[in-house]
């Protein structure tokens, strides 16, 4: 029996806080700084808006964050985490969904992302929404100089997405 589904909404500047503490339960070791957050807020907020926020709430609680970059016809997804307890109940999914939205909507024809190389979760993630590998950088994630697998993947029409029923 599963409980009830998180709610998205856009991200704002009250956001940062509760997404700062998730970020570094998350991502100990590459953390982005609140400067980061603000920065890219600032640029989905901005005229001619070049990002996509978004956080998911769950009884009142912040309980994961996505972002997507959209510039030339390419989207980039920044970052996308959801809270442990959640792992399993498709959040994930539904964040990359929207994003994959937003990328639609900035009329990208591609969507790119960089994973740890040590993050099976999120590359299966990716490859059941089409993503594939295409590359590497070396050292990508600091200071652990963790390496990034890069993956693409070509916009498909909403029809094509992958259901996220049950995942």
Known sequence: MTGPAAT???????????????????????????GMFWSELAQARAAQ???R???AEL?????????????DGTGD?????AARDQWGTGLGARLLTELLGAATDFECHEVLLEVRVDNQRA???YERFGFEPIGFRRGYYQPGNIDALVMRRTTQSSSEAPSVQGT
Do not use: H, K, N
Not at 59 to 71: D, K, N, Q, T
Not at 77 to 81: F, K, L, N, R
């Open 8 to 34: 998205l909404r856009e991200m704002r500047w009250w956001d940062i806080a509760p997404v700062l503490e998730l970020e570094r339960e998350l991502f100990p070791e590459d953390a982005w700084s609140p």
């Open 49 to 51: 808006a070049t990002r």
């Open 53 to 55: 926020y978004v956080v």
């Open 59 to 71: 009884s009142g609680r912040l309980v994961g964050y996505a972002g997507l970059a959209a510039i």
């Open 77 to 81: 997804v920044q970052t996308i985490a």
């Open 123 to 125: 590359q299966r993630l």
